[in-house]
């Protein structure tokens, strides 16, 4: 082979030599740096950057929201405006909130066998999904559904394929599905952890995991009042899920009984869980946010009713006591709750929770 001798031109000062830069390693979030998380299912009514607000000045550092109504199927699709989505992520970035969690709709019944409500089904939390990244959420939340005449093993492999179909030619992500578990109402599937691993297992390739209700679990049988049914309840969710597969938990007391298999959140400590329950679990290494006993980023997220104003305020201030640990100073007097909101709900017959805020009045979603 010919050698071909160096000329002025192509000698190189050891400086000047370029040398690649590695890809920089992706950086977590600054929510995942170990510190506790907890939040609260806030209103998107004015505007989704309001419910940012709310979370904000009710003491929370982490915020779970609807998308769009969650009790309707939408006769088209919720669009959110590109200067929306854009208000909503700076402001977001701005306060330091998350995890940021969209819970899916209620109508949502993804173990469906019927067409319409299947096809309904899939097509709803497909367009969650994509607001979901429009938002920049990092946890979709959604229920499993309620399997009818179906058998249990039926109903997973279709709440599995549904699933798959809905997040069809939606890049995800970063983004996470989590399964929640139920309360065991009727022919719910997920009441029992079992049901939720395999549910999360079969959308391994999705990253999927699970969010589990503290109500949910009580009412469907599993002891977390005790300190002994606690360890129980946590063994075996390291056994049928894998804690590392779940991030959040939704925390609320419950005014049913230990197995009543109904859905009823209560105020923290009010219910039939009880404070000291919430201090251990609150408190617990295994499902708190430091690793490697914990799992970074792990949130708490409220859901308890509003039935005065200052309500919500009252159970985040709770949560962060019973962590043991001083959370963000709250807005003193705020509430999403008003006095006038209340006497018109009064006037109508309804009660209010964290989740069940009225959405009117909320822009450019319809």
Known sequence: MAEYPLVDNTKFEPDEEYIPEPEPEPQAPGWMDGSVRIGIHTSISGSYVNALESAKKLGANAVQIFSASP??????????????AREFRARREALGLGPLVIHANYLVNLAATQPMLRTRSIQSFHEELVRGLVLGADYVVVHPGA???????????????????????????????????TAGMGSAVGSRLEEVGAIVRGLQALGAGACLDTAHLFASGYNIRTADGLEQTIDTIERAIGLDRVPLLHVNDSKIALGGKVDRHEHIGH?????????????????????PEGLAGRAFLLETPIDDPGDDRKNVAKLWELAGVEGPA????????????????AKKGKKLSSRHLPLKGRKKTR
Do not use: C
């Open 71 to 84: 009790r309707m199927w939408q006769g088209a699709t919720v669009k959110i405006a590109d200067k929306d």
């Open 147 to 181: 399997r009818g005449e179906v058998s249990v093993e039926g109903a997973i492999a279709a709440i599995i394929e549904n699933v798959k179909q809905a997040a069809r030619r939606v890049p995800v992500g970063k983004m996470r599905i989590l399964i929640e578990n």
């Open 271 to 291: 219910g039939k869980i009880g404070t000291e329950a919430f201090t251990r679990i609150l408190r617990h290494p295994r499902l708190g946010p430091v690793p």
């Open 330 to 345: 709250a807005e003193k007097g705020y509430s999403m709750l008003t006095p006038a909101m209340k006497k018109l709900m």
